[in-house]
């Protein structure tokens, strides 16, 4: 069984800055082989992706928080982290950790549909 935890959440300012991590775990779970990604909910509003992230560091990222946010993963913690800063109250949301073992490919044509797993969120709230 597969275990993604987030942390890190909370308020912040806008203009601030927040990181969240994910760790991973699970009896048959090898990290390296997972693409890890980040998406997030604002209430109302489907679930989006944000950014993503293979076992030798190769990234994309949204064009909403290119600049402004960084997916960064430490394979030897089996953990995934995003770095936010200048948050906009626009960035007000859950935050979801992914991963899949699909290919590169298989992620930018499926989305969403492409992970399997998930973590339970945490919440992220920018105030103006």
């Known amino acids: 069984q597969v275990q993604l935890v987030e942390s890190g959440g909370g308020l912040v300012q806008a203009g601030g800055s927040l990181s969240v991590s994910c760790a991973a775990s699970?009896?048959?779970?090898?990290?390296?082989?997972?693409?890890m990604a980040w998406f997030r909910q604002a209430p109302g509003k489907e679930r989006e992706f944000v950014a993503q992230?293979?076992?030798?560091?190769?990234?994309t990222h949204a064009d909403s928080v290119k600049g402004r946010f960084t997916i960064s993963r430490d394979n030897a913690k089996n953990t995934v982290y995003l770095q936010m800063n200048s948050l906009k109250p626009e960035d007000t949301a859950v935050y979801y950790c992914?991963?899949?073992?699909?290919?590169?490919?298989?992620?930018?044509?499926?989305?969403?549909?492409?992970?399997?797993?998930w973590g339970q969120g945490t919440q992220v709230t920018v105030s103006s």
């Open positions: 992914a991963a899949t073992r699909a290919t590169w490919d298989d992620v930018r044509a499926y989305g969403l549909r492409a992970f399997g797993y």
């Open positions: 992230i293979n076992w030798s560091g190769m990234s």
């Open positions: 699970g009896r048959t779970f090898i990290f390296r082989n997972h693409i």
